[in-house]
């Protein structure tokens, strides 16, 4: 296995500020994820863009104590989310996978197999992880672009700092490797459907996923 490299920077030039998430119902949309309770984490916005399959990301969760994984992946389904995996224990700790009404794909997860402390609905950490083909070459396009890499796993996993006015942490993941942790086929076309919001000029990824500019204190919202 190749060994963990750190990369350190003493400034981030560019940071993922927003993740905005392309639903064909945006009013259904905003009741799911205010009751699933991420809703100040993303935008929305509504979009009839053509989506089958995997598309090719998912949005995750790392929260306390197993059961404050359970409360979220309760409250995804009440209201209306799909169980891909149900919650379970694991070698690096507990979590499960839900797809939302609008198909995006949430993982919530922690490192802790024992609560410690009563459920809570907080977010520790968001995170995008985008499946990609080449973990190096998108690395590096997204390295000449302004971001700081924070830890990378040779071809494998690489995941990018991120400051003080980013809600979100940007992770590159093998695209089939990420599609069999989520628990679906990695077979999938057409729109992404989200769009990554950057304090860079706007521009597209070599595995078409498409940032915009955004001032880097604007907050999520709907």
Known sequence: MTDMATTASTAVHTVLASVTLEVADLEAARRFYDAFGVDTYIRLRASEGHSTGFRGFTLALTVSGPATVDGFVAAAVDAGATVLKPATKSLWGYGGVVQAPDGTIWKIATSA??????????????????????????????????????????????????????????????????????????????????????????????????????????????
């Not at 410690?116 to 390295?143: H, N, S």
Request: hydrophobic content about 40%.
């Open 113 to 222: 197999k024992k609560d410690t402390g009563p459920a809570t609905r907080e977010i520790d950490e968001f995170v995008l992880l985008l499946g990609v083909q080449d973990v190096k070459a998108t690395k590096q396009f997204y390295v000449d672009r302004g971001l700081a890499v924070a830890k990378s796993f040779g071809g494998k996993y690489a995941e990018f700092a991120s400051g003080p006015s980013s809600p979100v942490k940007l992770a590159l993941y093998k695209h089939r490797a990420l599609a069999k942790d989520l628990g679906v086929p990695a077979d999938g076309t057409g729109s992404h459907r989200i769009v990554l919001g950057g304090t860079v000029d706007a521009f597209t990824d070599p595995d078409g996923f498409a940032w915009e500019t955004v001032a880097p204190s604007s907050p999520a919202q709907s």
